[in-house]
């Protein structure tokens, strides 16, 4: 196997990334993309919004690089150069381009309003050799051109745009040239409730051997929504590096349990309401910490009003007894962070709904204590019926201990309720081993 | 007054950042905290750990810069050759110092452990050049070399231990030599429901104005929560600078209105509850397209159970009957993306909660239309006193149409019903020129 060697250079544009105001997390994604389909990055860039040196960062750059891609700079304001920069690199004129002209004013025609911001056509112009990139989520065009030996890339810096672009028009474009006699896989194994630390040590024997023989590998990446392994392999065919991946796969799955929930882009609401559907069942929710969290993760998905109905937040402690009729006495007698109260908002809620199951959440966000509990305390609850059963009622309470601020622990609190559904519809054990993320 | 402009960039070494294992927070850490002192950043690299282009991003940073920042590749293991990289540059050996080391021998001493792990001393190690930046917060030192006519500092690249070195050896240091008779002083004013193209079309004639003089300046960030004017200002003091910010700040204001919300760390959510407390009011949420977002926004800022009560995701149209009181001979006559609907859900939700206010989100998420209309538009409502009152009630609706995809639709969505209840409790236009965000 003999594998195309690509290399590839980053730049982003923006005075804003050098003054710190905001994290490139651009550069970051599109790392993960170009290792992916095979493309090495070598270097990557942070420039200003100033055309001198964005001409010589994209000039060093592909001096080096088969690969340039730059996000940033293609705005409507008088700050976005990128276009002026990349003509100026090839020596070639901006124009306009009536298309992009036309797209623009009808997008604008179609919003309602009447004066339209001239500055905008900005986005409609382009260097004379550029290729237009569409942008399927929103209005600036990514571009394409040739500088020497390089092709470069120019995308938006808005990133979901840039995302966006680059699935569309670059991810296949440069995983054909990169992976010419060489498939490189990878598959993201995605689990929830379990520490980083946890990971590594039960797949540590697994990891060694691997890293010994080089090929196929697993890496560990802690994610905002739980620790991700990563199984890459290398071969001169798909089928050959498919099944060295499901090899792996199966192993990982050996050593972690039930706290897998999917691959690569799955969420845990995605895989709760193919559950939800599967099931013929439905869901509403009942919270308190988390505050909409839980009902906008279970609304996420398109269609997902087929398994979710709606639910209620009972934030204040009057609202648990008026909206989801938990006994004012139980309240009083123990607060609001307790199981039976839990308990009874998940009932509470699935009875005034009519759906098949509720899930509750209440417990304490922080920074302060709340009730003598300590801030992360979070009581979760599902009521409906047993696993494997379409009838009878069983309502099951977990308690869980999340660390982190106020954000992370609703955050920590919506995905653990989420995992605690997903192991009821699918008949795991609802209360395994403390629930925790590493913060 | 005479600023002096020290010219800096930052180098971020590590492999990980190239394959986006890991985001380069660092890099905007260090641009804040140069861009207080008064220190210019002109470029940010990121390289992997490979020797020669360690060395060569070096020699070509200090050959444009004043000041060089290296962080990343301090610690004990193979991959981590920053100090030979350094060594290279300056063409010195590397030597083991004997101070480090003996405090290294000490620190794991004093950790209880006894097998002393051999890579450890390579932490030991510097260029014979180096001065040593002892690490208040952990074991690898920074290291401080010259190098043609720049200072190069390299600090380790775990976060914690970069920032303490950053803060213990190089802030004032770098403040001394940029602040000769300089402050720097900026403030972002942040606003909601306008196009970036808008503002920059406002503020044309006083951006044009301001950038000929050269100080004080503006300059405009897209954020995901709306469009930020970064104002910033260079002086000989402190109350000099901050008058400069004033008078722009009241400029910008003037010309662009009560879409500003805030500034700097200020959230539409955090305005919004700062604003309800003052009142001595409260609000209940009733959301379909937001399924919780705006209940979630509204519970984000610790202690606002005394402003938000709750509410009530009626997902399903029939949930906006029971669980809201919305007419069904409404809800068939007309679907559920209406005006009327809206106010009723606010309505509803402002007498079950027996709040001040209910605010009301209905609309098409998308991505398809539903009953005919298309994704993106959205109706809010505000029921509750009139502006300035506490007594009487007054509904009011307002029609947006969002353009992005789903998720963005949402997150617009909740934003803009954010916008409804702050312009009722300042009293501001409830209906001003269409919402939108570019997107």
């Known amino acids: 196997v003999k594998a195309t060697t690509i290399r590839a250079e980053v730049i982003a544009i923006g005075t804003e990334l050098l003054l710190g105001d905001i994290v490139n997390g651009n550069a970051a994604w599109l790392g993960r993309e170009l290792a992916a389909v095979g493309v090495n990055v070598d270097q990557m860039t942070e420039v200003g919004d100033n055309r001198r040196r964005i001409v010589a960062a994209f000039e060093v750059a592909c001096s080096r690089a088969d690969v340039v891609i730059a996000t940033g700079g293609l705005g409507p304001t008088q700050d976005d150069i990128t276009r002026e920069a990349l003509a100026e690199l090839t020596g070639v004129r901006v124009v306009r381009d009536p298309d992009l002209e036309a797209a623009l004013r009808a997008r604008f025609a179609a919003s309602g309003r009447t004066e339209f911001p001239t500055n905008n056509l900005r986005m409609a112009d382009r260097p004379e050799d550029a290729d237009i990139l569409l942008n399927p989520a929103g209005t600036a065009p990514g571009l394409r051109v040739r500088h020497g030996n390089a092709v470069v890339y120019a995308l938006p810096g808005v990133p979901r745009e840039m995302r966006e672009i680059f699935r569309c ?6 995983a054909a040239v990169a992976g010419q006699g060489t498939v490189l896989l990878s598959r993201q194994l995605r689990t929830t409730g379990i520490w980083e630390s946890e990971v590594s040590h039960r797949l540590a024997d697994l990891d060694a051997e691997l890293e010994a023989a080089g090929n196929p590998t697993i890496a560990y990446l802690a994610s905002e929504r739980g620790i991700v392994v990563r199984i890459s392999a290398k071969a001169g065919d798909h089928a050959s590096a498919a099944a060295m991946v499901d090899g792996v796969d199966a192993r990982v799955r050996a050593l972690l349990g039930d706290v897998v929930f999917g691959v690569d882009d799955d969420t845990l609401e995605g895989v709760v309401q193919r559950l939800l559907l599967d099931a013929g069942a439905t869901v509403a929710s009942a919270e308190s910490l988390t505050g909409g969290l839980l009902g906008a993760a279970l609304s996420t998905v398109p269609g997902s009003s087929a398994a979710y109905h709606g639910g209620v937040v009972a934030y204040v402690t009057a609202a648990k007894t008026h909206a989801l009729g938990v006994s004012s006495d139980l309240l009083s007698a123990r607060g609001a962070v307790d199981p039976d109260v839990a308990a009874a908002m998940a009932a509470g809620v699935r009875e005034r709904f009519g759906t098949t199951y509720g899930l509750a959440t209440t417990g304490v966000a922080g920074p302060t204590e ?3 509990k300590p801030a992360g305390t ?17 309502t099951s309470v977990r308690l869980v201990r999340l660390s982190g601020d106020r954000a992370r622990v609703r955050e920590l609190a919506t995905q653990a309720a989420l995992d605690l559904l997903r192991r009821r519809l699918s008949g795991l054990a609802e209360d395994p081993p403390p629930f925790s993320i590493r913060t």
């Open 370 to 372: 709340q009730d003598g």
């Open 169 to 174: 028009h670059l991810h296949d474009e440069l």
């Open 378 to 394: 979070v009581y979760l609850a599902v009521a409906g019926p047993p696993a494997g059963s379409d009838a009878g009622l069983r």
